[in-house]
């Protein structure tokens, strides 16, 4: 997985091996204006240029999308965003539908216009898994916040997180929300292995949070199924050493947990 593009509203990612461009809208495009709207594609336009001989598939989670599209800023999408992808490689989009019933009918207007094209598959569903598995033929769900990715990949059974840089002013509230996301997807699919990448992670786990992990995230691991457990070490020497003391309990389990300098190593461990 890549993190090709982030901005305030939606992040895109690449899933290279199943040549897959997902973008996730989160809920800060509820302050999107026409403008911005238009000023945002034209920058990924020029971002994701390069990337468009490598994908022939493309999913938007659009279930946090919150800015309807009127009449005119769909023509607009249609000259200037699809008018690439009709021109391109993509055989497959999927749209997962938006929480919001008068966004998502602006979508799916929107979407009409590629119906067009004669190449072009598009089907629209209410769960990323279900959008992941028509395109790919496996689950791939990938969720993400302004401090990291999240991801689970069924042709691998791991589960990833990767946090970012921008965590060291994190309130204890909101990395057990953080957290929380990792769990949510720890419920839903129950993987195998788990790969933490903590290397950006700046903020330490202090021991109320510690006690917190042990007794509300780990649990769901520990009552599946997962084995392995790989861990990206954090450049910053505090942080590691409270995320080691946070693992401390959950490596009295019959778990296999390793700690390593880089995520090509780790994931080289958990898949090789």
């Keep these: ?52 001989d490598k994908i022939d598939k493309v999913l938007i989670d659009a279930r946090n999308f919150e800015y309807p599209i009127s009449p005119n800023l769909q023509d607009w999408h249609n000259q200037h965003v699809f008018a690439r992808i009709k021109s391109g490689s993509i055989a497959k989009s999927a749209l997962v539908t938006s929480k919001h019933i008068l966004v998502q009918v602006s979508m799916e207007q929107t979407f009409d216009a590629l119906e067009t094209a ?27 916040t302004p401090y990291q990715i999240v991801y689970y990949t069924q042709a691998n059974e791991t589960l990833t997180q990767i946090w970012h840089a921008d965590t060291e002013n994190l309130e204890v509230h909101q990395l057990q929300q953080e957290f929380d996301e990792l769990t949510d997807l720890a419920k839903t699919y129950h993987p195998f292995k788990l790969l933490i990448n903590a290397q950006a992670l700046s903020h330490p ?57 880089t995520p090509q190593e780790a994931t080289h461990w958990l898949n090789p």
């Design 205 to 261: 786990i202090l021991p109320h949070t510690q006690n917190w992990l042990n007794q509300e995230v780990f649990p769901y691991f520990l009552m599946h199924k997962l084995k392995y457990m790989a861990i990206v070490i954090s450049q910053n020497m505090h942080v590691q050493l409270s995320l080691d003391q946070a693992l401390e309990d959950i490596k009295t389990y019959p778990i296999e947990v390793t700690s390593f300098d």
């Design 1 to 52: 997985m890549e993190e090709i593009y982030r901005s305030t509203y939606q992040t895109f990612v690449l899933f290279a091996k199943e040549a897959l461009l997902i973008e996730i809208w989160n809920s800060a495009s509820e302050d999107l204006n026409d403008e911005i709207y238009k000023k945002e594609f034209l920058l990924t336009n020029e971002v994701l240029a390069p990337y468009f």
């Design 118 to 144: 004669p190449h072009q598959t598009i089907k629209v569903f209410d769960q990323v898994a279900q959008a992941s598995q028509w395109l790919t033929g496996k689950t791939i769900d990938c969720r993400t």
